[in-house]
């Protein structure tokens, strides 16, 4: 069945550090794929999406590229702040059904 | 205006009890979910309503038991509760009608200990 890899954590950081978070997928045909992130306390949000091979999903300074061809969807931010500190969740939907990712939490210390 | 709202956000109950959490979504919807996350933050598909018709049940213990009145409310019914139910569960929401591009808007969860 499908599935999504992401790398484990947690992360640490300091404020302004380049951070990419790996995420990997297994699925048949052609799902769209998400990041979301979880901020201590509350629901998930969604953070970015890209639908199709080559996208790239942008928001808030994150971006994500859908790489088909290594079933890859990273999440990089080139300069992160502390208030970026959350859980991060790489998902994909290919049916009725979002598969989630076991979730990365990054710590960001001034 | 509360996109997706649970209730109540936190419940702490005794094994062996009865307990319900409440759903509901003002985004005009066509599909509602539960989701249980556990204290490792992995989540766990447990239920899926499409206009107010099952269509996911995982493996989830038959002490649980989905209801959706219409397709703006999906309600959890838990009966005998165990100490491994402690969790936090969360409502989401999404259309599904024209395609699966559509990612989910969730709730804020509600924190159940069973103690």
């Known amino acids: 069945g499908d599935s999504v890899t992401q790398m484990e954590g947690p992360v640490t950081l300091s404020e302004e550090a380049f951070l990419t978070i790996n995420c990997t997928y297994t699925a048949t045909g052609y799902p769209s794929l998400f990041w979301y992130v979880q901020y201590p306390g509350e629901g998930l949000q969604l953070l970015l999406k890209a639908t199709k091979a080559d996208d790239k999903g942008s928001n808030k300074g994150f971006e994500a590229t859908y790489r088909k061809e290594t079933t890859s969807f990273h999440l990089e931010k080139g300069s992160v702040q502390v208030s970026d500190s959350a859980v991060y969740f790489c998902a994909l939907r290919n049916n009725n059904d979002m598969r989630f990712g076991a979730g990365t939490r990054l710590t960001v210390k001034p | 205006d509360t996109a997706v709202s649970q209730t109540p956000k936190y419940l702490v109950t005794q094994m062996g009890n009865d307990k319900s959490i409440k759903c509901e979504q003002n985004?005009?919807?066509?599909?509602m979910y539960w989701y249980k996350q556990d204290s490792k933050k992995f989540l766990k598909i447990m239920f899926s309503y499409n206009n107010k018709e099952l269509i996911i049940n995982e493996t989830v213990p038959n002490r649980f038991s989905p209801k959706s009145p219409d397709k703006a409310h999906l309600n959890l019914h838990i009966n005998s509760l165990e100490l491994g139910d402690s969790a936090v569960y969360f409502c989401?929401?999404?259309?599904?009608?024209?395609?699966?591009?559509?990612?989910?808007?969730f709730g804020s969860g509600t924190r159940l200990t069973v103690v």
């Open positions: 989401a929401s999404s259309q599904a009608r024209g395609g699966f591009n559509y990612g989910y808007t």
């Open positions: 985004l005009g919807h066509d599909t």
